[in-house]
Every structure is written in structure tokens, then in C-alpha cells.
Nanobody, 119 residues
Framework: QVQLVESGGGLVQAGGSLRLSCVVFGSIFSIHAMGWYRQAPGKQRELVATFTSGGSTNYADSVKGRFTISTDNAKNTVYLQMNSLKPEDTAVYYC?????????????WGQGTQVTVSS
């Protein structure tokens, strides 16, 4: 079984920074991609940033230049460095791992961690 454990969320003042971490536990031979998503109350979950096994990254326009996704493959960990936070960044942030097309259960999600940015 695969389990994702997130940490780093909390309350921060606008303009501040947070770093989210997500560790993937389980018997995993390969990770195709990892990413961060967020969901604000009453809104659909949206992509924040992804990091593929090929090293490419993708960011939502709203966070470009402020957020950075990175990985530590040896630790099966993905990070999201969030700088210059804005109140509109307030949401529950979810870690996601894509194990690729050659497994029965490809996508796995963390439990979510709350990020609240005060104005």
C-alpha cells in the first residue's frame, strides 16, 4: 500500500513563506510524477505544481515566480516552497503521486494540509 504524509502547513502572514513536504511510504519501484494541488472552500481542486520523473515542472499561472516544487528522490519526498504568499493562496493543499501506467493503483493522494494566509 502507498501512503502520503504531508507536513508544513499552517498560518502565515501575507508575504511570508512556507515549505510543504510530502513523504511517500510504501513499496514503490518507480514514481512517474509528483505534484501539489489545492482546494479552497466551494471550489474545485486545482493543480498548483507538478514535477515529472523527467525533471520537468509545471506551475499554475497564479503561483509562477512564487512557488517552487522540488523532489528528493532518495527519500521519496516532494517539497513545495511557497514564497510571497497571498490570501488567495489559502486552501487545503494535497500531495499527489503518480506511480505510472504499469501499476494497478496509479494515483495516490495525501490527506491534505491547511494553509491559511492572513492579509
Amino acid at each position: 500500500q502507498v501512503q502520503l504524509v504531508e507536513s508544513g502547513g499552517g498560518l502565515v502572514q501575507a508575504g511570508g513563506s512556507l515549505r510543504l513536504s510530502c513523504v511517500v511510504f510504501g513499496s514503490i519501484f518507480s514514481i512517474h510524477a509528483m505534484g501539489w494541488y489545492r482546494q479552497a472552500p466551494g471550489k474545485q481542486r486545482e493543480l498548483v505544481a507538478t514535477f515529472t520523473s523527467g525533471g520537468s515542472t509545471n506551475y499554475a499561472d497564479s503561483v509562477k515566480g512564487r512557488f517552487t516544487i522540488s523532489t528528493d528522490n532518495a527519500k521519496n519526498t516532494v517539497y513545495l516552497q511557497m514564497n510571497s504568499l497571498k490570501p488567495e493562496d489559502t486552501a487545503v493543499y494535497y500531495c499527489n503521486v503518480d506511480l505510472g501506467p504499469r501499476v494497478v493503483a496509479r494515483l495516490h493522494w495525501g490527506q491534505g494540509t491547511q494553509v491559511t494566509v492572513s492579509s
